[in-house]
């Protein structure tokens, strides 16, 4: 199985900020990539696939980057309402299916 | 406009089966040809894939599970449901089912079950 890393596990952050997030994957994945955003209480809600493909409404601020087997989600500028845990998630080499354990953005 | 919809929160025992459904509305589970799947999350950790069905029938569970699931599909109620038998504590957790298109695009709103006596 793939297995996918995310770091940090935790990062602070201002209103304002440019974030990055990062995903690495055991073995290349070929942009078979997706990013969640979930809050608390809610479902993940897909944010980007094929690595840098923004999904329906998802603001502009959110893009994503990478190939072989690093990638990244950068916020341009962060808003309050970007606090959330982000998961990357690969569908190259599947079954199973297979998440990174989770980045929690915190101000 | 496609929309996933779950059942309420469930207790079940240990040893026991649980059932969970998902109810589709604003497309037919039948068309587009994409997988239908179950994640779950225990509490306070990430995501765990449960397996996904094609409404042909073809279905895959991730292999940590030990046989326990079996996902169906029911294109006469438009829903399909999961079933995880002898569980323990370790099976309490938020399940959610999803569509894949690319990535899982579409999520339902998650089922708390806890199992406890």
């Known amino acids: 199985d793939i297995v996918v890393t995310q770091s940090p596990a935790t990062l602070s952050v201002s209103p304002g900020d440019k974030v990055s997030l990062s995903c690495r994957a055991s073995?290349?994945?070929?942009?078979?990539l997706a990013w969640y955003q979930q809050k608390p209480g809610q479902a993940p809600r897909l944010l980007i696939y094929?690595?840098?493909t923004r999904a329906t409404d998802v603001p502009v601020r959110f893009s994503g980057s990478g190939s072989g087997t690093e990638y990244t989600l950068t916020i341009s500028a962060l808003q309050s309402e970007d606090v959330a845990v982000y998961y990357c998630?690969?569908?190259?080499?599947?079954?199973?299916?297979?998440f990174g354990q989770g980045t929690r953005l915190e101000i | 406009q496609l929309q996933l919809q779950q059942s309420g929160s469930r207790l079940v025992k240990p040893s026991q089966t649980l059932s969970l459904t998902c109810a589709v509305s604003?497309?037919?589970?039948?068309?587009?040809?994409?997988?239908w799947n179950w994640i779950r999350q225990s509490p306070g950790k990430g995501l765990e894939w449960i397996g996904y069905?094609?409404?042909?029938?073809?279905?895959y569970y991730n292999p940590s599970l030990k046989g326990r699931v079996t996902i169906s599909v029911d294109r006469s109620k438009n829903q399909f449901s999961l079933q995880l038998t002898s569980v323990t504590a370790a099976d309490t957790a938020v399940y959610y089912c999803?569509?894949?298109?690319?990535?899982?695009?579409?999520w339902g709103q998650g089922t708390t079950v806890t199992v406890s006596s």
């Open positions: 999803a569509r894949s298109k690319v990535g899982l695009d579409v």
């Open positions: 604003g497309a037919s589970i039948s068309s587009g040809g994409y997988p």
């Open positions: 069905m094609y409404h042909s029938g073809t279905s």
């Open positions: 073995r290349s994945i070929a942009a078979r």
């Open positions: 094929e690595a840098s």
């Open positions: 998630q690969q569908y190259h080499n599947w079954p199973p299916v297979t």
